[in-house]
Each structure stands twice: as C-alpha cells, then as structure tokens.
C-alpha cells in the first residue's frame, strides 16, 4: 500500500530488461563524463554525476533494480578512481536499494520528490561511506550538506531527460491489451 496516492499515468514507467539496460549504459556514460570533463574543471563543486544518476535510475527501477544501479555505480566508481573499492559499492547499493524500495512503498512515482530523495540518498551515501573511510571528511565537516543540496538542485534535470528516455524505451510495450492474430 503506498502513502500517497498514485501518481499521474504520464510518470509511472516500469522496470524491464531494456530499461534496465537502458539506464546501466546511462550510468556508466556518466561515469564517463565525469571522469574525463567535469573532474578537470577548476571549480568549488563538481557535480559527483554518476551517483546522481545512479540514484535517479533507482527511483526509476524499484528496489531491485535500484540495487543494481547503486552496485554499478560503485564499481564504476572505484575502477576509476582506483581505491575505496568495496565502500563506494556498498554505500550506493544500499543507497540504491533504499530508494527504489521508497518509491515502491511510499511514495509511487512522484517527480516533485526526487530532489529530496537524491539529496537524503546523497547524505546517506556520504554517512555509510565515512564508516569505511572516516578521514574523507577531515577538514571539511559540511562538505556532505553542501554536496546533497548541489545533488538535490540537479536531480529533476537528470530526471526529466532519463524519463522521457525510458518511456521512448516503452513504446512498443503492450499495456495489457492481448492482440491475438487469427
């Protein structure tokens, strides 16, 4: 049973194998762009990409699917940056669990909600992985808030593409229509 009501049909989009295809090849595309042109930019915040769509893609394809995201999202992570291996896998499968399970039983598939689950995702993601690596915050004690907020105001313009993306994806679905020849 979901706490709020159910969303408008224009926003619900189903997890399939295509989708999650889909949003894996979108994952590592942005892990890609991070890598080789936000990094290198000369300013306070770079955009930590790969986990916002990551988070994104989570709320997209339920508790599941969202594990998945979060797991690849850590791997990509940690094969290019070369250390932390097993905490940014943990920190964003759990993440990723954590929200595609939220948006299967609490909240359904609200767009307005994203930039608060993206921004509570982030600060969760930040607090599993100081448990691993509690010196990543030294100096710096409002880095996580500053991150989150940043995270939160760039969710709905990843959403917005990615959705109408996946939906592209679903246009030859049957919506529960049999059209049986004969």
């Keep these: 049973m979901l706490l709020f009501p159910s969303a408008p049909a224009w926003t619900r989009i189903r997890p399939t ?3 999650m295809a889909a949003l894996t090849v979108m994952v590592a595309g942005a892990a890609v762009l991070q890598s080789s042109f936000l990094t290198p930019l000369d ?3 770079v955009p930590h990409l790969t986990f916002l769509v990551a988070v994104v893609g989570a ?3 339920g508790a599941w ?3 998945w ?3 690849w999202a850590g791997l990509v992570m940690a094969a290019l940056s070369g250390k932390f291996v097993g905490s940014f896998t943990f920190s964003y499968l759990v993440v990723g669990w954590l929200v595609g399970r939220a948006r299967e039983e609490i909240y359904g598939d609200w ?3 994203v930039p608060f689950i993206a921004g509570m995702g982030t600060l969760l993601a930040e607090a599993l992985f100081f448990l691993w690596n509690p010196r990543h915050l030294s100096g710096e004690p409002l880095r996580p808030f500053v991150v989150a907020g940043w995270n939160a105001l760039y969710a709905l ?3 917005l593409p990615m959705m109408f993306i996946l939906r592209r994806l679903g246009r030859t679905e049957n919506y529960g229509f049999d059209r049986k020849k004969g």
Excluded: Q, S
């Design 69 to 71: 995201m979060g797991l």
């Design 65 to 67: 699917g969202g594990a």
């Design 111 to 113: 767009p307005a909600l």
């Design 59 to 61: 709320w997209f394809a």
């Design 17 to 19: 194998p295509l989708r």
């Design 157 to 159: 313009p990843i959403y």
């Design 43 to 45: 300013v306070p915040y």
